[in-house]
């Protein structure tokens, strides 16, 4: 079975090989760059195939150090632990509440300066009224 060209001409082969060989000279630089193409992806699927292998083995030693993987907690453990939490808990509570008393003497303070800089502007211009 012949096909038709674009030109008009019939031939035998099929218009739709890419990868065949062409009887004209421009089809083989896109077999090259095809081929590259492919070369670096099966280059990088190799690389990244050995970078998940190295990674599991790497997990697996891991968890060998570690008693299997499971992590043992003992009742005295978890004991440590929450008086621990405790007593961060007290220290977190004790500062929050030097905070506040430093924030309430701050407060203080301002409104003093305030009060005496009113007193300042609000008298005469003649009479001398300067804090001590």
Known sequence: MGYISVHGQMSYESSH?????????????????????????L??????????LRLRTEIYDLQDSRGGGTAQVTTG????LRSEV???????????????????QDR??????????????????GERSFPD
């Open 86 to 104: 405790a007593g961060a808990l007290g220290r977190t509570a004790a500062a929050l509440d030097q905070a506040r008393e430093e924030a309430a």
């Open 43 to 52: 280059t990088a699927l190799i690389a990244i195939s050995l970078a998940v």
């Open 108 to 125: 203080n303070l301002i409104k003093e300066a305030l009060a005496r800089l009113m007193r300042c502007i609000s008298t005469r211009p």
């Open 17 to 41: 090989g890419t990868f065949r060989n062409a009887r004209r000279g421009g089809g083989a630089g896109f077999r090259i760059l095809a081929g590259l193409v492919g070369v670096v992806i």
């Open 77 to 80: 453990d978890l004991e440590k």
